[in-house]
Each structure stands twice: as structure tokens, then as C-alpha cells.
């Protein structure tokens, strides 16, 4: 697969998760002040983000170490998004349904270059399923 079809796959697993995100998101603002309804909503929305990532995106199999460092393709997204919606609802005044949709545009590109270097990773060595050897009949 060329990296332009992945970039593409990117963006429409990016559309799903975002619209999961944003869903969870309102429903949790009913209940939680908007940065906890933001990381709650983000956390769940990253673990389906993993597996339509690991499948749909890369075409690879999930592994438990992909999905321990996956965490990591979010973290600058993460800290620029909730940063974001801090900057925009507390500073700028925007509406505080609006403010992590906007926040997510600015992540999009440190995301995808990040998830790509874990998820096309080789996986170590001494990781990888050992072959019993043939045996030969004597």
C-alpha cells in the first residue's frame, strides 16, 4: 500500500474516530465539566482508533505492544487538542461544543507520522513467533 492510500485511510478513520470522540464528548458535557468530558471521550475514542488504525489504515495485526506504544501516536494530539480547547473556551470564548473539533484539525499531520513509525514497526527480535523446526524422519 503507498503511503498517499494510508494517508487516505488515515483521514477516514480519523473522520470515525472524530465523530465517536465528538459524540462521547457531548454526551459526557451532560454530566462532566468540558476538560473531563474532552479526556474521558478521548481515551475511549483511542481505543477504537487502535484497531480501525491496526486493520483498516496499516492492514497490519494488532499486537499488545503496538497497542501499549499506541498511546503514544496520541499523546502530541493530546496535549494539542486540550490545549487547544483550553485556549479557545477559557481565552478566546468559543463555544465549548465547538472548540475540540477545531483543536483536532491542528493534530491531524503529527499524528499520522507518529502512528505510522509505531504501527509499521518491526516487531523485535525476540518478540517474534518461534517456528518449531521440521523434523525429519529417519
Not at 477516514?12 to 454530566?31: D, H, R, S
Not at 483550553?86 to 483543536?103: G, K, N, Q, R
Amino acid at each position: 500500500m503507498t503511503v498517499r492510500g494510508q494517508m487516505v485511510r488515515f483521514a477516514l478513520v480519523g473522520a470515525v474516530n472524530t465523530g465517536t470522540y465528538y459524540g462521547l464528548y457531548l454526551i459526557l458535557l451532560t454530566w462532566l465539566p468540558y476538560v473531563a468530558a474532552h479526556v474521558v471521550a478521548f481515551l475511549l475514542s483511542m481505543i477504537g482508533s487502535f484497531f480501525l488504525t491496526s486493520y483498516f489504515t496499516y492492514r497490519t495485526r494488532p499486537t499488545w505492544r503496538k497497542f501499549l506504544l499506541f498511546p503514544l501516536t496520541n499523546a502530541a494530539n493530546f496535549v494539542v487538542t486540550t490545549t487547544g480547547v483550553y485556549v479557545l473556551v477559557d481565552v478566546l470564548h468559543f463555544a465549548t461544543h465547538y472548540a475540540p473539533l477545531i483543536s483536532a484539525a491542528a493534530a491531524i499531520p503529527i499524528t499520522f507520522v507518529v502512528s505510522r513509525s509505531i504501527m509499521l514497526r518491526p516487531e523485535p527480535a525476540g518478540r517474534e513467533r518461534k517456528r518449531e523446526p521440521e523434523r525429519v524422519p529417519r
